[in-house]
């Protein structure tokens, strides 16, 4: 059967263009989906029409809403005031059953907030945490939780590296995933109360491959397949893994401005072709785990790429019924 | 008057050859300083005779010390046990008046703890911080705090914001200097409970530059000149960007292995212009500030260059009587 992923056709910065292109792109990649494409009908037909790929459009539904959360809206205040926008008619439709996952490209403290009031947390989860899959130098790593959850305690934390995990190895095919905790030095008794506590509680929990803390650089070194940090530290490290990439990129190709076309070509298509692999927001699909229901999450700068991405992440995530392993692996540590 | 500068010889990853070395570079850069080196006598006297470049030795004195502290101890456990360390002589000799300055790049927390003990805070710090220049794609910007103090308070991040201004102003000669917060949002309210209570304090210190909160991006796109966090933020942040600057120019020069050697070497030298400007380990020297003295703090990585810049940095200190100008500017904000 058919997985059916609701798509958010307002929510990002280059909507509906980018997003209604990336769902034309996923609907010729996947043969076993069904997009229900939520927003303006107008604006949606429009961009399809000037789609140029062939796609099959049979696999496209439309829904149409009204309403736009918009992108720096504070996110239960944008819930009560917009309750007929595109992402309360996704969660909807996930709840009755007519979608098996969601994406958004939109607000996300909005997205993630709709999420939680409207589904619910799977049960034995407190607080449902994002996990964003990071392009390393040696093959990707997942960092939980990146920002649903700024005010972290320890059982928080030890849910975080339990689902994670759990993503990791089922999502991504990682055996046994080395868990971590990202902290200011390796050795137990670096870092915060917060920290100290939960390196406590993964130690314990011997479902986990804990490796212990890690600091930021050994990430880069493949030490850990799984990075565990608040929502506070985990959206200032990506926001800075993201400045500083795209800074890098920008001045690398300003330094061989001056060299002839034909060096100056093969430069920048060997820095394309790292930064292709490296850049984060071309991956696109970042689970809110925890939920009971798929959402994921994109980076707002999204492209067609990014969309097309964040729907097979979905896809699979229902195909290898994640949720249900994240069920029992929580029950078996409480 | 020379400035009179207490350098640790033992501590570091290339200790002592790299400290010998970067000693004898700044003793030929700057007429005006006398550097006292510390550390095991017959190890200094060694790298010194190795030292192929001309320098001026009489600028130079051994202070012979039996103990090292180890990279790894914790702080002060290190300090109980090693009272004979070069670090410990260096806090003496500053605290004697004998020395105006000390750089180490050894423990890092150790050195923090020794200076805090021997020579104390300032008048009106509550916790020293450690503010590291970051030399971003648009010129520097100062970090702070990195480590000092990882269960920071707001008037601790206060104090670091009046601080870390005043060292821009003063040694990195930015007038003015711009002053954010770091958080998960630009919008007032966005992050955690001690981001809020300190972007309140910092709003009605009216002696600052205060441009509101920052995201992580923001740092390198010429946003602000002094970026505000506690410690265990600033930490991880400083390893992040750490890890992902090596990581960067390493896949990039793997990307380029099969080009003809005369393309391959055109790219490489741009590509170590690039991190050449954008090392921070090569910046050197990140003072700890709010102590009653002039610590200096080095990257354990630190070769010859960082640590002659470290000197440059003790020495303008110093001179521009940088803690003159913080405890009159700490006075009129309290």
Chains 1, 2 share one sequence.
Not at 118 to 147: E, H, N
Not at 172 to 177: G, T, V, Y
Not at 232 to 255: C, D, H, P, S, W
Not at 258 to 284: C, Q
Request: aromatic share 6%.
């Amino acid at each position: 059967m058919a997985v059916r992923i609701a798509v958010d056709a307002m929510g990002g910065d280059f909507a509906p263009q980018a997003i209604v292109q990336g769902v034309a792109l996923a609907a010729s990649q996947y043969s076993d989906i069904e997009v229900l494409l939520v927003g303006d009908e107008k604006c949606i037909e429009s961009s399809l029409a000037s789609e140029a790929a062939d796609f099959d459009r049979s696999r496209i539904t439309i829904i149409h809403t009204e309403e736009v959360i918009p992108m720096a809206a504070a996110p239960v205040e944008a819930l009560r005031k917009y309750k007929k926008s595109s992402m309360a008619r996704m969660a909807a439709l996930c709840k009755e059953g007519e979608a098996d996952a969601m994406i958004s490209a939109g607000n996300t403290g909005a997205f993630a907030a709709v999420a939680q009031l409207t589904l619910r947390p799977l049960p034995q989860v407190k607080r449902p945490g994002i996990a964003v899959t990071i392009p390393s130098f040696y093959g990707p790593f997942v960092l939980c939780d990146v920002g649903a959850n700024i005010q972290a305690k320890p059982q928080h934390l030890h849910e975080y590296a339990i689902m994670a995990g759990v993503f990791a190895e089922r999502l991504l095919d990682i055996e046994k995933p080395r868990v971590a905790l990202i902290s200011t030095g390796e050795e137990r008794g670096k870092g915060t109360g917060l920290i100290k506590q939960t390196y406590e509680l993964l130690s314990q929990d011997a479902s986990l491959n804990f490796i212990g803390n890690a600091e930021g650089r050994e990430l880069f070194e493949d030490r850990c397949d799984v990075a565990i940090c608040d929502g506070f530290v985990g959206n200032i490290i990506l926001k800075f893994v993201e400045g500083l990439a795209e800074g890098f990129v920008r001045t690398i190709k300003r330094e061989v401005e001056d060299e002839p076309e034909e060096i100056r070509g093969k430069f920048l298509s060997a820095i394309d072709r790292v930064w292709a692999r490296h850049d984060y927001s071309r991956y696109g699909g970042a689970p809110l785990l925890g939920i009971n229901g798929v959402c994921i999450i994109c980076h707002g700068r999204s492209n067609r790429y990014a969309i097309s991405n964040a729907i097979g992440v979905a896809k699979r995530f229902v195909e290898r019924d994640i949720n249900g392993a994240l069920v029992s692996r929580l029950a078996q540590a409480n």
